[in-house]
């Protein structure tokens, strides 16, 4: 199983940025992204189920972090705009055999090695 996560970087404050994350190796009901901050824990951002596209985002990124999915390249997208610098943190790619779109980092089981957005002021 590979999740493989691209697109971090360094960018200002009201910019935009889109990661993407290439999946393989299994067939995933749902993927999704979480992110860690420095010194804080890891936070759940968005998750989207494979089949029907349903997504779920936190209410912090709501309206400016977007997940979609891509079924011809296997591939789940985040699109970034109106960064901040509180959005400065590792992104990582999750995924998981069911459909669901739990919030908690336990209950999935794949993860990526991640990808760091540094956002400055």
């Known amino acids: 199983v590979q999740l493989q996560a691209f697109g971090g970087g360094l960018v200002q404050a009201g910019d935009s940025l889109r990661l993407s994350c290439a999946a393989s190796?299994?067939?995933?009901?749902?993927l999704g992204w979480f992110r860690q901050a420095p010194g804080k824990e890891r936070e759940f951002v968005a998750a989207?189920?494979?089949?029907?596209?349903?997504?779920y985002h936190a209410a912090s990124v709501k309206g400016r972090l977007q997940i979609s999915r891509d079924t011809a390249e296997s591939t789940v997208l985040l699109q970034m705009d109106s960064l901040k610098p509180e959005d400065t943190a590792v992104y990582y790619c999750?995924?998981?055999?069911?459909?669901?779109?739990?919030?908690?980092?336990?209950?999935?089981?794949?993860w990526g090695q991640g990808t760091l957005v540094t956002v400055s002021s």
């Open positions: 999750v995924g998981s055999s069911t459909s669901s779109l739990p919030d908690d980092d336990k209950a999935w089981p794949y």
């Open positions: 190796g299994r067939i995933f009901g749902a």
């Open positions: 989207i189920r494979w089949r029907g596209g349903q997504t």
